[in-house]
Nanobody, 120 residues
């Protein structure tokens, strides 16, 4: 029903910026970005609810910003002041519900992921 395709990942130096994009097809209510580094569990990075409210992981507050453009059917994640610990596979996710947080179980659809590598 819902398909998500991420793009915009790459390799950058610490302190640099990247903007990730997620093309969304089908109907969904809430959208989010998750990430997973090798040997670690998947964690929620940021989400945006149907009322426009956003949530961020403490580790990215003030550096990452989530937004969406409904006309373009696209979700974005602007990442600034990148750190080596931000290195991970980043996934776009969608939920069937109107209000959700950053728990993996709240999301029903997932993209294939885009790799972000930050070097020191």
């Amino acid at each position: 029903q819902v398909q998500l395709v991420e793009s915009g990942g790459g390799s950058v130096q610490a302190g640099g910026s990247l903007r990730l994009s997620c093309g969304v097809s089908g109907n969904s209510y809430c959208l989010a970005w998750f990430r997973q580094a090798p040997g670690k569990e998947r964690e929620g990075v940021a989400n945006i609810n149907t009322n426009g409210r956003t949530n961020y992981a403490d580790s990215v507050k003030g550096r990452f910003f989530i937004s969406q453009d409904n006309a373009k059917n696209t979700l974005y994640l602007q990442m600034n002041s990148l750190k080596p610990e931000d290195t991970a596979m980043y996934y776009c996710a969608a939920s069937r519900w109107w209000w959700v947080g950053l728990r993996e179980a709240e999301y029903n659809y997932w993209g294939q992921g885009t790799q972000v590598t930050v070097s020191s």
